[in-house]
């Protein structure tokens, strides 16, 4: 039985990866291709570059960086909105606020149109980037969570362990993947982040961020950010949990925020290993 298993993963190895040793004639596999225990998946912290004022009122569900402002998506019947926000000062700069019966969700930037979901009145809405003009409405059957552009399709999560691939023009599915970590299911899938090849996902109700391959859904990182908003900054707030995950590929940024935070941060990841590279 464990060598069936063995052999379909073997199987799965090949299929997809054409440069792969072919088994030998009396069907043992190459050393190289073994099966192994999964590998330990590396725990990240943070430093801490920047930090900058956040609205405390925002409930933000979807986060992203352009040209100088964050664009933000922020949640709550009757408090649903999209804005632009100067970076520097958290100030916003332009917005538009939703219909009270819509609970925004994720934000994508595709060429120069806005995309955000909504939670659950299965959903979206196209604007414009320059001017938050609504073009267009689409539709999809599950709830709206998070949702990001890795340069040819969108990438949505629903709060399961389930990421889907959509084209940006129709938003219909493409594909899906399973998102696992050593084998089990992560779910709660929240705001996304496409970064370098990478899906970043923050976990619903937790500090922590899941680096995803979104080829093979394997978690190949947890970033833990335990701590980043401190009590002092707390205390006094409404501060809900991390929710909020931007990235700036020219200035290499990320920045990081959270539900009524009233901070948003520029951080570094810094690696598990103590003789990793800075
Ligand atoms: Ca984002």
Redesign the pocket.
Known sequence: MIRKVQSTAIALLLATNASCLAPSDDGAEPAALQPQQPAEIPTYSYRVVHSFPHDPTAYTQ???YDNGFLYESTGQYGQSSLRKVELETGTVVQLHQLDDRFFAEGLALFGNRLLQLTWRANKGFAYRLDSFEQLAEFAYPTEGWGL?YDGELLVMSDGSATLYFRDPFTFAEVSRVAVVAQGRPVSQLN???WIAGEVFANIWQTDTIARIDPATGQVVGWIDLTGLLSNADRRGSNAEVLNG??YDPEGERLFVTGKWWPKLYQIELVSPSPKGTP
């Open positions: 979807g986060l992203l990001t705001e996304l982040e995950i931007a």
